[in-house]
């Protein structure tokens, strides 16, 4: 009779055993995902394969995980080769998505959208003597574009006055709205499809108005996202004009009752991704007892939503490396529980430019920079219910390349 070697039964079964990282169940995955030290390396780690993007794109892992994408840097509405601003993070994370980042762009191109990586771009094309303003989708990590082409008309004497990113709890869109008098509608670029959608109109809604600089050139709103709504200021009257992603219902919603239409203020993301506005009681730094305030959009007893004081600071002790002789000029953007404050010098409205950029939950500088540009769009790390999206990528108008996460697994490529 032939004995067996306990070493080597030991050996086998322990062999047989082992378990390996890429055989593990979703719920451990997601065990291990919330562990990480930060969203930049959730982010990273779930373009390791497609279980793990899904994993951290699910539901349940995302009911779990508090958190938005990461916020990189500050760029310009017309130069993305020169950055306005270095990394907000020391992150390695971080560090190693910016190494892969391609931020090109012709003189030409407007960035009119930035959200979870993603940039929407207004290359001029020259018709004959007309200029043609088109709308490219662009992912700089994976140096893919998403020509979507003109905006559609359908015979109304109508105009179009913004454009933003639907990404939140879509498949991937491009939203360009319209207006009419007293009226306002969505027309919608399903990035899968192919196809423009034209939502009905919304009565007694107004645009919010454009701008101009100083050299008499036409400023439109620029979009604020959060919590799965799109932002824009009425610089006439004290509320914003909201679009809700999931329903595509547009609304207008009321300013705090302490922030006034000509209040430095905007609207953005805490770093738990719940919706914020962070605003300035007052322009000069100088003035005594003046606060920056953070605003909170809650949900009441009676399912009415309105905004409740967080949290305020005085601007003094938030800007001490701040020389006094400047004052906030605008808040210029909210984003991953960051705030963009612009400042100028007291009595000149052409001189420094200086901004800071702060972090809302314990107000430190995180970075201090110099911008002449009109608007400055938060930049933030691709995110991992995005690379689990499938996008079309296509080259001309209803000319689809590639379907099926063709975005997601050259992003994933790039950043691993």
């Known amino acids: 009779m032939r004995r067996s070697n306990p070493t080597h039964d030991v050996s086998s079964r322990c062999a047989g055993s082992t378990t390996q990282i890429s055989s593990l169940a979703a719920d451990v995955l997601g065990e291990i995902f919330l562990r990480l030290p930060s969203p930049a390396s959730v982010a990273r780690a779930s373009c390791a394969c497609v279980h793990w993007r899904g994993v951290a794109s699910s539901a349940a892992f995302l009911r779990r995980f508090h958190g938005c994408a990461p ?8 130069s993305l080769t020169h950055p306005a601003s270095r990394s907000l993070s020391d992150d390695p994370d971080i560090a190693a998505f910016l190494r892969r980042a391609k931020f090109h762009q012709e003189p030409c191109d407007l960035v009119l ?13 020259q018709t004959g003597n007309h200029a043609k303003e088109v709308l490219v989708v662009y992912e700089p990590v994976s140096d893919l574009r998403v020509n979507i082409g003109s905006r559609p008309d359908d015979g109304h004497p109508c105009s179009y006055f913004t454009d933003c990113l639907l990404l ?10 319209q207006e009419d008098g007293q009226r306002i509608r969505a027309v919608v670029y399903d990035l899968s499809s192919n196809q423009w959608t034209f939502h009905p109109w919304v009565e007694g809604i107004s645009a919010p108005e454009a701008t101009t600089d100083q050299n008499s050139v036409v400023i439109k709103p620029s979009p ?29 919603v009321p300013l705090p009752h302490r922030v006034r239409a000509k209040t430095p203020y905007a609207v953005g993301e805490m770093r738990n991704a719940e919706c914020c506005l962070v605003s300035c009681s007052a322009h000069s730094i100088a003035d005594a007892g003046q606060k920056m305030q953070v605003w909170r959009r809650v949900v009441s007893g009676n399912d009415v939503e309105h905004w409740e004081l967080q949290r305020q600071v005085p601007l003094m002790e938030l800007v001490q490396a701040i020389p006094a002789r400047l004052r906030v000029y605008n808040i210029r953007a909210v984003a991953a529980g960051n705030v963009l404050v612009w400042f100028k010098v007291e009595g000149h409205s052409q ?54 996460c ?10 691993v």
């Open 113 to 125: 959208d930035c959200r979870h990586g993603l940039l929407l771009i207004s290359p001029s094309e």
């Open 71 to 78: 916020l990189v840097k500050y760029v310009s509405c017309c």
């Open 406 to 415: 063709v975005l997601s697994f050259h992003t994933a490529k790039h950043m």
């Open 224 to 252: 604020m996202h959060a919590a799965r709504c799109v932002y824009w200021k009425y610089r006439a009257h004290d509320s914003l004009l909201s679009l809700d992603m999931a329903t595509m219902e547009f609304s207008i």
């Open 351 to 404: 001189s420094v430019n200086d901004h800071a950029a702060f972090c809302l939950d314990s107000f430190k500088m995180l970075e201090q920079f110099v911008s002449h540009e009109l608007i400055l769009y938060p930049y933030q790390m691709t995110w991992p219910p995005l690379l689990a999206t499938g996008c079309a990528v296509a080259d001309a108008p209803g000319k689809c390349c590639v379907y099926s």
């Open 168 to 177: 939140d709890g879509h498949d991937g869109s491009v939203a360009s709205v």
